[in-house]
């Protein structure tokens, strides 16, 4: 199933939100994410029920989904790491409400929990939308397990 689903090209997302003890940045990287309505404006993405650092961001209420731009692989391949600051080496500037977007992203949305539904061995976390970025740049690709850009003109 992996292989087979490998086939379809995503782009890639940070999650992120400032640590509600700590007020440090926390995060986790995801390639399942999508647009599901505008009015009200909401967006999905699906979190491994295993994942230690959703809970986290979950906590914080509201968090930034940061769309990586195409040289920011480092940036997904950090933010998927186990048991490392995360953090390490990665910019962010703070959304408007105080989320930590990754700097230099293709896009951000700022976004809080609306609803979760258990989904096999994942969780589908339903957000509502609250602030939006864009910027000009490429997006990063995850295609058959690897990365890559896409031209943009």
Known sequence: MRT??????????AITAADSETGQPVGLAANSFTSVSLDPPLIAFCVASTSTSWPRVRSAGLYAVSILSDAQETVCRRLATRGVDKFDG????????????????LAWIEAELEAEYPAGDH?????????????DLAPLIFFRGRYSGLSVS
């Open 4 to 13: 087979v689903l490998g086939h379809f090209a995503t782009g890639v997302v």
């Open 90 to 105: 990665i910019d962010w500037t703070p959304s408007p409400s105080g989320a930590p977007a990754v700097t230099d992203c």
């Open 123 to 135: 969780t589908i976390v339903v957000s509502r939308v609250r602030h939006l970025y864009s910027s």
